[in-house]
Each structure stands twice: as C-alpha cells, then as structure tokens.
C-alpha cells in the first residue's frame, strides 16, 4: 500500500540495484528494517496498552506490585544478543566478500583530489568525474588521495571504501545492470565536497569494449599507456644511473622487483608491492634497503600519485632480470604485459 | 522520610525564608555564587544561548536544502554553518545540557547533601565552559570553522583555511569544565551521601550521572589529547596525521572517536537517568528491575569505550578489527534493550498521570528506541558501507541526540521546573508543545532516513547530481519548521511561569525523592536538617496514588480554577 503510494508521487524508497552487492545487502537492510519495525511496535504496545489501562482514576487491578522478575529480565537479555550475534556473523560474511576481489578482477586506478575524481582504465583511457564499466566483469578499483580523505561511494552498486593520502585502499563490484548512476564522494573534503562526484555508466562488454577503442566520448583519447607514462618520468628523472638491471652498489635492481621480498637496515623485511613501491619512491628512507646509504633522493611532493602510479605500472612491466630468479617474477612480467590491455 | 509530608505542608507554612534565588539579589551573588543551584542556572541560561544558536544553524541547513543547488548560501558559508551547529550542539549544548544543569541542581539534593563537593570547582567549571564558549564565538565572527565537527585530519590540521586552531582550543577548553563537573559528582555521589542513603537506594539519575562522570573523566583527557596534537601539527608542523608530515590521517580518526563514541553515552545516559525518575513518579510505581537498570546503565558506560572503531568501517581499518567493534557494538544494543523493557514495564499496574513530563518520557522512549534500533544498520558491517556518512547517520543520531537527549531534557525541565522556580507552567500548553516537538521531530528526521538510504550523503551542500532527494529534503524541512515552533512555545509559557504561574508548593506532582520534601525553590542549604533515608527510591504506592489529588492533578483537572473563582 504505502510502497504504491510513495511511487504515485515518484518517492523512491530503494535505491537501484546494479551491482551484485545489491540484493545481499538490502535482504540484510529490510531484515533489520523488519526487527526495528517489530521491536518499535511491541514496545509502542507495551505503553500504550499500560497507560490507557492504568490511567489514574481508571478502575484496573494494580495489586501485587511486582518490582522484578528474574525471567523477563533474562528474556530481555537473551534475546537481544541472540539477534546481535546472527546478525553480526549475516553482516560480516557480506563484508568480508566486498573486501576480498577476486583474482581475476578487471584493475582501474581512482585518484581523489579537491574536488575531482579521476579513473584511469588499464588501456590508458583517462576519464575524470565519470566511469565507465561493463556489466558482468568483477571490478577492482585501487584508489589514492592527492590530498585530503575523500569517499567513493556509488549507492547503486552498494559500495562506499574511504580514500586516503598516503596509502592505496580498494573496494571491488561487479556491474549487473547497464544505466546511469551516481557516484559521489562521502568523506567531507572541502569547499566543493558536493560537487565532487558524477556517473558511472554501466555498459554491456560489447558496448564497453567499443567505448575503451575510441577512447569514449568527451574522454581524453589514451594517447599513452601507463606504462609509457611511466617510462618517460624514468627516464625523464634518470632512474637509471642507478637502477639498472642488476643491483649495484648505487641502487638495488628494479626488474622483477615487484612480489620480491626485500630486506632493510632496520631488520624488517616486506613483499615489494604497490603501496611498497610508492613509499621506496616518496619515501626511501622510512625502510632503506639493506646494503645501502642514503643515496636516492626524496620524491614525496615531486612525483603526484598519477606518476607514482605510472611509475609502478612501468616498473612492473620491467619484468626479470637477464638472470633467472624466483618464480613470481615471472609471473610479476607476465602480468606487466597484461597491463597493456 | 514519610511519605505524608506532600499535600499538608505546602498549605500552611510561617513565612519562608530566603530561597536560592531570594539569597542575594546582586550580580555579583550571582557570577560568584557557590550554590550547585545557581551555578546550574547560569549553565541552563548560557546552554540554552549556544542552543539558540545551534538551532539557528540547522534552520539555515535545512532551508538551503530545499533546492538541489541551494538557496541564499555559497558552499563556503554552507560548510562553516554545518560545522557551527555540530560544535556548538556538541562540545557547547549536549555535553553539558542535562548534567551541567538538572544534575547540578539534583545531584546533592538527590543525595541528601548541602552542595557538591567542591562548590568553587563547579564555578571555575561555568567561567571555563563561557571562556570557551566566547573563543568559539569569537572564531565563529573570524570566520568560522569549515570542517565538522569531527575535524578530520588532514583536512584540519593542513588544508583548511578557517579558524580551525581557536575553534580547536575552544573545544579543549570546554573539556576542561565538563571534567570539572564529572570530579564533582563522582566525589559527591561517593562521600556526601545522607545517612541511609545506600548506593542502592540512590535515585537512577544519580546512577546515570555517576556513570557518566566516570566516561567523561577517563575519556575527555583523550580527546584533549588530539585536539593538542591537531593543534601541534597545525600550527607547528608536527607530523601526526598528515602523511605529507610522516603521519597517518586514520590515527586522528581513532583517537577522535575514542572519546567521541563515549562522549554519545555522556549525552544520553543523563537522560535515561531522568526518564527513570519520569516513568516511576507519573506511574506511582517502583522501577522494575532496579539493579538491572542500574548495572545496564555501568555496562553501556563500560562497553562503550570499546566500539568507537564501528565509525571505521570504510576508513582503511583492518577488516579483522572492524569485526571485533561490529560485534561489541551489537553488545551495547542489549543494556539499552534491558532498560527500554524495565520502563515500559514500570508502567505496568501503575497509577498513570499523562502530565506534561510523562509525555516527554513517552515521547522519548518512542524515538530513542528509533535510534538505537537503527544504530543496529550501522553496527552491521554489511549495511554501514552503504549508509556510514549519509542521511541515514545523519537521521539516526538525531533520533539518539534530539529525540532522546533533547527530550528528556525538556522532560526533566518540565518535572522540575516548579521545584527549580517555584511556579507551575499552564500544563495544556506544555502538553501541546511535547506533541508539536514529537510530530516536527518525527517529520524532520523519519524521512532523512530514507533519503540516507537512497545515498544523500552527509555535508552535501549542493545534490544536483541525484535531484530525486528533493522531496524527501521539503519534508524535512517542513518537520524543521514545526520542530521550531515546538521549541520555541515552552520559551513562551516557562517564561510566562515565572511570574504568573501557581505557586508550585513542595511537592506539585506526589513525587518520591529527597529532592521534593524540601521547599520550593529550595533554600541555599537545600534541606534545614539533613535527611535520614529509611526506605528504597521509588517506593510509588500506586493503589495509595489512586485516591490522591495532587496540585498537578487539580490543575490538570481544572478544580484549582474553580476554587479560585469561588
């Protein structure tokens, strides 16, 4: 009844689903919804019923007063945390899912800044304030502030991962239904905050795939992939005075470095990844590695999170050495061409 | 302590000596006063400035959410009134409403004693809440704050240019009084206790004050703490949060929300505590489960300095360690549910009177309920992604905040007003304002809600991007408008009271506690003799209360107005 009523007058009381996350997520809504509906009336009974019965001057029986009573209060414990605990375990499975992508999730990079969302698809193809995705493609977005803590959020696809200066997060989706949707940004980040957002277009594959070949419309053409970028700033900076295909007393070698375990002066040890990369980059002294001085300049406020991304992307392209090492970075080069897609 | 005192003294008594309000009339006696009376006064007259103030903020909230692209406000002006009405609501209004206040004023009479324990502390407590009170102010004429009050770095500490630093030093320096208060009534409720007064004969509302004295003096330190550091990295550069200096930006957030998620528990469990006293005195019946209330008032205290990383979910925090503040916030939801069904079943059997501050209490149970039901959304890890800073937060803590804390606050104010003032208020217009407040409340926030849910997000200025929240933002607005309305009447007729309204003798309502078996207004010493307490709190005799005709009941009833005109 009231459903038809509120769409009479174009009031929404759901928000679209278009992701796979959709319809998990509103069976958990409407069954909390359904327990706060319930455990409103019983009580909003309870009060109303008593005080009608026993309003002053009203005849009621109001002897043998009791002041406590061991099963109701235990009823009134028990239950609660029986619901508590179902519905911790119901929401934290769903969670978990929108925190693990899977493997062989399609990577876009999102960058915030004041005020302006930036997406970078594997092929080069820039677009700000706008995405474009296909239907039926798990998608990974590997996200980075510029500056202050900004929020991707798309309620249609039911996901929202706050996006913070200085170290990636991700969040990931899998499109279902092609339109139009709002993107926004939910972590207030200044003047602009509401004006910091857009559509993510949901396409089917084969839509998407001709979007990304003519580069979209009103998209900045790819005229370079990332990996291009990436060795142009390279070279650009003279990475290679001193990163050179095998470790010198200069630098350590960056070919296969990503998956590689590298070990620093301080004794630690950590896998080479992306968020490993950006701090050697801005940061090389925070964990210098080991067997080497304080030698390479600092880039932090140089290189803007776009060119440390490039730079990654182009180090991961590197691939092996000329001597054969570890298997991951075969792997490592493998997935390097792969980003050329 | 016999319950016949009420009805016969208040007819006959030899002229009365001064009261606290008569003891002095100079400014002076007023700025320099250790009366926990007075000085509660002087809190209840600046709270409710910075409440006007606040009050005013979110009416210019909502009316430039009426278009999609705003009204009058540049998104400039806009950010800075969003962050003046949560600062000032918080750190100046709800923090100190009810303990600064009500609990100032009760707290000794509730315990039999002359005054708090340290009577120049809860000065010094006043003139620090005022001097931060005018910094936030002042940084307000300079320009304002632009950053929520949530000031989350590195938006703060690096990149906004508003009058962060004063507006931060003004928040510290609040703390300062609100631990001042917290000291007081923990010493007072510990050693100043009448003979006889147990700790478990002690009214609920002292529970409540006492358990939220013990968040405010473990957690305010804290956030005093981080406010210094965001200070430091502001003004010296020292890198805390901002990974541009070395820091990490989620730091502040757990720091912040450390002493924040508690400091929500310093502003409800007050008024939890004065609905205990509401539900007995207009049932006429012992609370039901005494202990349980009391225990499940010391638990949520307790539980909730470990759930304040549920305001992490999507901040970047482990997911392991967001499943360990999901489940224990879904703990705090069981205290909570305890005390709802202990009062509900208070009334149960009791002699129901519908005054004005029963219906605050009814009023009140309704939408805490709300609000913490749907706390239970965002205690869920699942559902909080999509609703953690949207309308739906926004809806949620109002119904917490305003709906719980600012109606027992206008319940309370309305039980104890004659005790306080020594005058009735006209109770049909306080009736009618409980309602007003309960329907503009309802119409502003239910439909925020829904709004949430669709994806408004919070701090939006402008949602030209998604125009189909329009309707539910008029329906909001029009709910604020009532709201207004519903606040601004008891203004009218409480004011009104003061002068002509009946005179309120001892005990207007029949009610239990040391509190009423004095004159009203009190005088300074608060009891000539110090009372000895020989039986339980609430010990309401319903079956008794059905035969009795209290002043309040003859008002209500209009016989008083007969018998004047005879």
């Known amino acids: 009844m009231l459903s038809l009523h509120l769409a009479q ?19 958990l809504f409407w069954a909390t919804t359904g327990l706060t509906v319930f455990f409103t009336l019983v009580v909003v009974a309870m009060l109303t019923v008593f005080c009608i019965r026993y309003r002053h001057g009203r005849k009621a029986d109001r002897s043998n007063q009791l002041t406590s009573h061991m099963m109701l209060e235990a009823t009134w414990t028990v239950v609660p945390f029986v619901l508590g605990v179902f519905m911790f375990f119901w929401a934290a499975k769903l969670f978990v899912d929108q925190r693990v992508p899977p493997k062989d999730a399609m990577e876009l990079y999102v960058i915030g800044k004041q005020w302006m969302w930036h997406i970078q698809h594997p092929n080069g193809v820039r677009e700000n304030q706008q995405m474009h995705v296909p239907t039926g493609k798990p998608i990974k977005l590997i996200m980075i502030s510029q500056d202050v803590i900004h929020s991707f959020f798309i309620p249609a696809f039911r996901i929202k991962q706050d996006v913070i200066p200085g170290r990636y997060t991700v969040q990931w989706f899998t499109a279902t239904k092609p339109g139009k949707y709002a993107i926004f940004c939910a972590e207030y980040c200044g003047a602009k905050h509401s004006e910091m957002g857009g559509y993510v277009y949901v396409l089917s594959p084969a839509e998407y795939r001709a979007w990304l070949a003519t580069g979209g419309e009103k998209v900045v053409a790819a005229k370079q992939t990332p990996v291009e970028i990436g060795k142009e700033l390279w070279d650009r900076y003279r990475c290679q005075t001193c990163h050179v295909e095998t470790d010198t007393v200069y630098g350590p070698s960056v070919h296969g470095l990503v998956g590689k375990t590298r070990k620093f002066t301080d004794g630690s040890s950590a896998v080479a990844d992306r968020e490993y990369i950006r701090e050697a980059i801005l940061d090389p002294y925070k964990r210098l590695n080991e067997g080497y001085g304080k030698t390479m300049p600092e880039y932090k406020g140089e290189l803007n999170e776009e060119q440390v991304l490039a730079l990654y992307e182009y180090i991961r392209s590197l691939g092996a050495p000329p001597t054969p090492s570890a298997p991951t970075v075969a792997s490592a080069s493998k997935s390097g061409s792969g980003g050329n897609l | 302590m016999s319950a016949t005192v009420v009805g016969k003294a208040e007819v006959e008594r030899p002229e009365p000596g001064p009261n606290y309000l008569t003891n002095g009339q100079t400014i002076a006696s007023w700025l320099l006063t250790k009366d926990h009376k007075r000085i509660a006064m002087l809190y209840l007259i600046s709270i409710s400035v910075f409440f006007a103030i606040g009050g005013f903020a979110a009416s210019l909230i909502r009316a430039e959410l009426i278009s999609p692209r705003g009204v009058m406000l540049e998104s400039e002006t806009y950010n800075r009134v969003f962050s003046l009405h949560g600062i000032v609501m918080v750190f100046f209004f709800l923090v100190p409403s009810i303990p600064a206040t009500l609990g100032n004023f009760l707290v000794p009479m509730m315990v039999g004693a002359r005054d708090l324990a340290f009577p120049r502390l809860n000065l010094l407590s006043w003139y620090i809440y005022v001097a931060g009170g005018i910094l936030m102010i002042l940084a307000m004429c300079m320009g304002g704050v632009d950053t929520g009050w949530t000031f989350y770095t590195p938006y703060s500490s690096l990149y906004s240019n508003s009058q962060v630093t004063l507006a931060v030093f003004a928040a510290f320096l609040a703390g300062f009084s609100s631990i001042f208060t917290g000291v007081n009534f923990i010493v007072t409720i510990h050693r100043m206790r009448a003979p006889g007064m147990t700790w478990f004969r002690l009214p609920l509302f002292v529970w409540a004050h006492y358990a939220t004295s013990v968040i405010i003096i473990l957690g305010t330190p804290v956030v005093a703490i981080t406010l210094l550091m965001l200070f430091g990295e502001r003004v010296l550069k020292l890198g805390f949060f901002s990974p541009e200096l070395g820091g990490d930006p989620v730091l502040f957030q757990h720091l912040f929300w450390f002493y924040s998620h508690p400091a929500v528990y310093i502003m409800i469990l007050p008024g939890m505590g004065v609905i205990s006293e509401l539900i007995t005195c207009f049932s006429r019946r012992r609370i039901f489960g005494y202990e349980f209330v009391a225990f499940s008032t010391l638990a949520i205290a307790g539980l909730g300095f470990l759930v304040w990383g549920h ?86 803590f109002h119904f917490v905040m305003v709906g719980g804390a600012v109606m027992a606050m206008m319940g309370g104010l309305h039980f104890w007003w004659p005790k306080i003032t020594g005058r009735m208020y006209p109770d049909n217009w306080g009736k009618l304002s409980a309602a007003i407040i309960f329907i503009g409340f309802n119409l502003t926030f239910l439909p925020q809600f829904v709004v949430g849910y669709l994806g408004m997000p919070r701090r939006y200025h402008y949602y030209f991007l998604w125009p189909e929240f329009q309707p539910y933002h008029l329906l909001s607005t029009a709910g604020a408008t009532v709201l207004a309305v519903g606040y601004l009447l008891p203004v009218c007729y409480l004011m009104w009271s003061l002068k002509y309204g009946k005179k309120a003798g001892d005990n207007p309502w029949g009610a239990k506690g040391l509190e009423w078996q004095t004159s009203s207004p009190p005088p300074t010493e608060n009891f000539p003799v110090v009372p000895v307490v020989t039986e339980e709190a609430y010990n309401y005799d319903p079956e008794l209360a059905e035969k009795e005709e209290t002043l309040a009941d003859k008002l209500e009833h209009g016989l008083e107005a007969k018998e004047d005109e005879k």
């Open chain 1, 9 to 27: 007058f174009n009031l929404p009381f759901q928000p679209e689903q278009a992701s796979e996350f959709a319809k998990p997520y509103d069976d």
């Open chain 2, 311 to 396: 305001h992490l979910f999507v901040s970047g925090q482990s997911m392991y360690q967001g499943m360990v503040f999901s489940i224990i916030t879904f703990l705090v939801g069981v205290p909570s549910a305890i005390k709802v069904f202990n009062w509900a079943t208070t009334i149960y059997k009791g002699s129901v009177r519908l005054q004005t501050p029963m219906l605050y209490a009814l009023g009140f149970i309704g939408l805490f309920l709300i609000g913490g039901l749907t706390g239970l959304y965002l205690a869920s890890m699942a559902t909080d992604i999509m609703l953690t800073d949207t309308y739906f937060v926004v809806a949620h």
